[in-house]
């Protein structure tokens, strides 16, 4: 893509968030939020009001018109919603959070053997530093990619605890199913064929999963688990900690949190939703909060076009009241990711 900001990466903090976060030392400033072109500083403090949106996914593919309304409504105001009756049961999603629990429980050279290289994105650590003005992220992840299977890296998936790989490949099984379900859903409310979307995706479909861990800050008013960003994905799936709030979305300007449903799924629609739906529905802009006192874990999964699929507006989506907002991209995943990393608004370089 044009505009590609560039990947060269720099050294990272002599301090770790680990470090800090048991020895309660106050961050150091490359994790202090700065206004950037995502959004500036605070305005408005986190609102209680309008909540998101809450879709029961069994109505949905069943053909229910009006959660089918419900849904083209959550995802052209919000472009995310609650996803209950998604059928995965309530004992599965707890062991999904729990062997992730168990793998950051880990002495920290046992989760080292699954780091990701210092030019790489898969593996456990933190995110990659483009640039000596990003802001740093309060958290560890564990970035994996789960399909398509031969593109399985296993030297990033934990041995420890044992039960870990098969459960995140169950877990990435039953997603891909509510993913496939979503996409059919998502046409059908904008009256289009059912795979105009998937289609553009094609048989090799990229899912990666993203393990995230934020632990206690000293400084929340200052730093954030993850900063503001749009997903590089066409959907995601959020499974939330079950206790512990964090994430907030951006809406008109102001954010919202995002209850704790406990068994319930939170889907957001990343960028190349937005680009393939020629600006009618949305991918949300949304962050993650810190706290001085509980850790917090989430599971999210992304779906990618095959590496080789380009992507664009679907041309019945196209008229003379809506003319084409976008160019066709691809592999619009990394240039994304690079971008929110240096505070860049990916969206921006796609237009025309």
């Known amino acids: 893509m044009a505009g590609n900001p560039g990947a060269t990466t720099v050294s990272p903090p002599a301090q770790s968030v680990e470090e800090m976060s048991t020895k309660g ?17 605070d305005s408005h403090l986190p609102s209680d009001s309008d909540p998101i949106p809450i879709i029961d996914i069994s109505l949905l593919l069943s053909g229910e018109e009006e959660e089918l309304q419900k849904l083209k409504s959550a995802l052209t105001s919000w472009g995310c919603f609650q996803a209950v009756g998604h059928g995965i049961s309530s004992s599965f999603l707890d062991k999904v959070r729990e062997v992730g629990k168990q793998f950051f429980a880990l002495p920290a050279e046992e ?3 699954y780091s ?22 309060w958290s560890y992840r564990l970035f994996l990619r789960l399909q398509p299977l031969d593109q399985r890296k296993l030297q990033f998936w934990p041995e420890n605890p044992t039960e870990f790989r098969e459960v995140l490949d ?14 059919k859903a998502m046409a059908k409310s904008l009256n289009l064929i059912e ?9 090799r479909v990229v899912m990666q999963t993203r393990i995230n861990f934020y632990l206690s800050c000293p400084r929340p008013d200052l730093v954030l688990g ?33 209850s704790v449903i406990p068994h319930a799924l939170v889907v957001n629609l990343g960028d190349q939703m937005q680009i393939m739906s020629n600006g009618i529905f949305k991918s949300v802009i949304h962050r ?8 917090r874990i989430s599971v999210a999964m992304f779906n990618e076009p095959g590496e080789d699929k380009e992507i664009g507006p679907v041309e019945g989506l ?33 237009k025309i």
């Open 195 to 203: 795979d105009s979307f998937s289609s553009q995706f094609g048989e």
């Open 111 to 113: 989760r080292e053997k």
């Open 318 to 350: 196209i008229d003379e009241n809506r003319p084409r907002l976008y160019r066709n991209v691809k592999n619009y995943a990394s240039f994304n990711f690079e971008c929110f990393q240096k505070g860049l608004v990916p969206l921006e370089f796609a």
């Open 116 to 137: 990701r290289a210092a030019d790489g994105i898969e593996g456990y650590g933190n995110d990659p530093i483009f640039s000596e003005n990003q802001v740093l992220d």
């Open 226 to 258: 993850v900063k503001p960003h749009s997903d590089r994905s066409g959907i995601t799936v959020l499974l939330q900690d079950k206790e512990v709030e964090g994430l907030q979305i951006l809406r008109d300007g102001k954010w919202f949190r995002v």
């Open 25 to 41: 030392n106050v961050p150091p400033p490359q994790y202090f939020l700065k206004e950037n072109a995502i959004h500036p500083l």
């Open 170 to 183: 169950e877990y990435g099984r039953k997603v891909t199913i509510i993913m496939d379900g979503l996409f």
């Open 288 to 295: 993650v909060v810190t706290n001085s006192e509980r850790m």
